[in-house]
């Protein structure tokens, strides 16, 4: 957890709203029918990995998140964030598996490897566990990012993805409810979504994981659980 988290967590107050959840984002192939990337559709996970959806549900009731002082919530402006969540400002990284070389450049950032990567299955079902973006406070939205990759069976790729076009709609991908998202700071969540990029052999994925402060505890029993940082598989592209 990183010291905007541990500021955030204990601000966290109790004001309710009601409305739906926010529906999450596509999961499309290049070459074939891909819906706009302004609709909101249901992600679709992984089957071979964890992460790319809820593991466990968002709790909406029991135990709720501790309750911050009230002086200072009212200092802080406290109050529920502007629905539906949206963002300027986002984090990214890359990762490359089963490529014998990969470079992803991105906000004039260089990941990857020129050496072979290990294949994401010699991980396990959890290789996309605790995931974050590495580069931060990247404004939306830089050019494309350019992928030049190798997959295992020795044939060369050249692409770009362009983030700006899939979030377009700058809207925030995630599963919390709208009656469960805490109020913030000036209703702002201060922690930005990260936008993560995976080059796996000849298939690339573009995930977001983003930091929802939730009114109930995650985990309970656990004080600072009152968030959710789900992985949210995007977009998918295959060459």
């Not at 501790?66 to 949206?86: F, I, S, T, V, Y």
Request: with cysteine; glycine share 6%; proline share 9%.
């Amino acid at each position: 957890m990183d010291d905007d988290e541990k500021r955030l967590m204990p601000r966290i107050s109790k004001h309710m709203a009601a409305a739906a959840s926010l529906a999450l984002a596509a999961c499309a192939t290049t070459g074939g029918a891909s819906p706009p990337t302004h609709k909101m559709q249901e992600s679709a996970p992984m089957a071979h990995a964890r992460f790319t959806y809820p593991e466990t549900p968002v709790l909406t009731s029991g135990e709720l998140a501790p309750a911050g002082d009230p002086a200072k919530a009212a200092e802080m402006n406290d109050q529920a964030p502007a629905w539906p969540l949206r963002f300027d400002k986002h984090n990214f990284s890359a990762r490359c598996h089963d490529t014998l070389t990969c470079e992803v450049v991105y906000d004039g950032v260089h990941h990857g490897s020129d050496k072979p990567t290990r294949a994401s299955a010699s991980y396990g079902p959890d290789y996309l566990k605790d995931w974050n973006g590495g580069h931060g406070g990247v404004r939306n939205f830089p050019p494309p990012a350019k992928v030049v990759w190798t997959s295992k069976d020795g044939t060369s790729h050249e692409t770009e993805i362009d983030i700006g076009e899939i979030f377009a709609d700058q809207l925030v991908r995630h599963y919390v409810p709208r009656e469960e998202v805490a109020a913030v700071p000036n209703g702002r969540i201060s922690v930005n979504p990260a936008i993560l990029l995976e080059v796996n052999d000849r298939t690339i994925r573009v995930y977001m994981k983003a930091f929802i402060p939730t009114k109930h505890l995650q985990a309970p029993g656990n004080p600072l659980s009152a968030v959710r940082r789900d992985l949210v598989l995007v977009k998918t592209y295959t060459y």
